[in-house]
């Protein structure tokens, strides 16, 4: 079955370290998404992707990276710049228009 | 800007009634996309309904109708015949679309709870 796949389910980050979030699909869509979502929040979108090698910051970038090296992947870095990682990470594509897919997420906290 | 709000953080509704979520958001395009989500406590996003802002009709699944009401921009869910498991956040989004890319904006969420 096609979907989306995050990993790892849960993620611990030490102060001044980084940490890459995976998200793989297999839907053969072009663009993919990056949210964060807090309580009270909704979900709040970081990087998002249309097309291979290309990508657009969102709404709170900053303390983020990204690449897009192949249509399927999309893999977030939390760099050391941002100063409040904690959060629920949610990654997302869709064909245009038709309705986004989720994959079920990664939970990052600082320890 | 276009934004999504969302003005009932909360709500609750016996089983077997009926709840209207409501949802009110900002554009200047005339061809958008409008969607509801559901998050049940595991997390996963899960697509409700989805409706095409040329479509005059009100668009169902089920359980679920919405309310479109472009000229006052206003996208309401109604849940019928609720169920435990309607239990969820629910939100309400939009597509922006800025020259040749697209996004989904999100409203900040209304926590449903339904009761037994």
């Known amino acids: 079955d096609g979907g989306i796949t995050q990993s790892p389910k849960y993620l611990f980050r030490k102060e001044g370290q980084n940490v890459t979030l995976s998200c793989e699909q297999n839907?053969?869509?072009?663009?993919m998404y990056w949210y964060r979502q807090d309580p009270g929040q909704g979900l709040r979108l970081i990087y998002y992707s249309q097309i291979v090698n290309d990508f657009q910051k969102g709404d709170i970038a900053e303390g983020y990276s990204v690449s897009r090296e192949k249509k399927e992947s999309f893999p977030l870095t939390v760099t050391s710049a941002q100063k409040n990682p904690t959060a629920f990470y949610l990654c997302?594509?869709?064909?245009?228009?038709?309705?986004?897919?989720f994959g079920s997420g990664t939970r990052l906290t600082v320890v | 800007a276009q934004t999504v709000t969302q003005s009932q953080p909360e709500m609750s509704v016996q089983e077997a009634e009926t709840v209207t979520l409501s949802c009110t958001y900002d554009?200047?395009?005339?061809?958008?996309?409008l969607f509801w989500y559901k998050q049940p406590p595991s997390r996963q996003m899960i697509l409700v309904i989805r409706?095409?802002?040329?479509?005059?009709q009100n668009a169902t699944e089920n359980r679920f109708s919405v309310n479109f009401q472009k000229a006052a921009k206003s996208f309401s869910l109604k849940i019928s015949d609720s169920q435990l498991g309607d239990t969820a956040m629910y939100f309400c989004a939009f597509v922006v679309r800025q020259g040749g890319s697209e996004k989904l904006v999100f409203g900040k969420g209304t926590k449903l709870t339904v009761n037994p």
């Open positions: 839907l053969n869509h072009d663009a």
């Open positions: 409706q095409e802002a040329y479509k005059q």
């Open positions: 997302a594509s869709t064909v245009r228009g038709y309705g986004y897919t």
């Open positions: 554009t200047s395009e005339n061809n958008y996309y």
